[in-house]
């Protein structure tokens, strides 16, 4: 596997485990269906929470966060709706990102929840 790859990787079960010691119960860590991805869902305070995960070894060029550009959001929307109907939920959805930044654990961690309100024109 890539450095950047198990990066992200290692990124993604440090963000799993922070949610899960902060009372979020995580339904799904990288589910895929068809072309909808998204990296973890979970549930708390009877929200789905869609949770991007970026991670980045420094930030010498940018913040994890500012990886979650415009058509990200939208293809994270669209995901979402996909998961919601695969399985017949009816709950609110709030969209946030934890952003990770170091080369191995302990990282540092940002959590933006409501990180985003979905885009009206998709």
Do not use: C
Not at 96 to 121: Q, R, T, Y
Request: without cysteine.
């Amino acid at each position: 596997m890539a450095q950047h790859n198990q990066l992200g990787k290692s990124g993604e079960e440090y963000a799993v485990e922070y949610l899960i010691n902060r009372g979020y119960i995580v339904r799904d860590v990288n589910w895929v269906s068809g072309r909808h991805e998204l990296d973890v869902v979970a549930f708390h305070n009877n929200e789905m929470v869609i949770v991007e995960v970026k991670t980045r070894s420094n930030v010498d060029w940018a913040y994890p966060e500012e990886a979650v550009t415009e058509k990200k959001m939208r293809n994270l929307v669209r995901a979402a709706e996909a998961y919601v109907r695969m399985f017949d939920l009816d709950v609110d959805v709030r969209f946030d990102v934890i952003s990770i930044v170091g080369k191995e654990p302990p990282f540092e961690i940002e959590h933006i929840e409501d990180a985003f309100i979905p885009p009206l024109n998709m």
